[in-house]
């Protein structure tokens, strides 16, 4: 069964930073390009970053410079290291994974607030 569990999400300030985890079990982890999406409150879902299985990456416009997304194959895991919160970056976070099929995780939500 394929399970991915994102984690690490919250509150935090504007500025402030916050570091995203998903853990993924049941697939070959090291063959599925990786990726962060996120859902802002009544917007449809829109990508954040990815990260290829070759390490390649892609960033939206809107994160570029702030996030980074990097994965460790050798834990299972993707992870969003997010720099100078905005409060439009208030979303629920998914990840994916990708390799014949997606795979979702059940998101996490993360809010910037003063």
């Known amino acids: 069964q394929v399970q991915l569990v994102e984690s690490g999400g919250g509150l935090a300030q504007p500025g402030g930073s916050l570091t995203l985890s998903c853990a993924a079990s049941?697939?070959?982890?090291?063959?599925?390009?990786m990726g962060w999406y996120r859902q802002p409150p009544g917007k449809q879902r829109e990508l954040v970053a990815t990260?290829?299985?070759?390490?390649?990456?892609n960033y939206a416009d809107a994160v570029k410079g702030r996030f980074t997304i990097s994965r460790d194959n050798a834990k299972n895991t993707v992870y969003l290291q997010m720099n100078s919160l905005k409060p439009e970056d208030t979303a629920v976070y998914y990840c994916?994974?990708?390799?014949?099929?997606?795979?979702w995780g059940q998101g996490t939500q993360v809010t910037v607030s003063s």
């Open positions: 994916k994974a990708t390799f014949n099929q997606d795979y």
């Open positions: 990260i290829t299985r070759t390490r390649t990456t």
């Open positions: 049941g697939i070959i982890f090291w063959l599925h390009d």
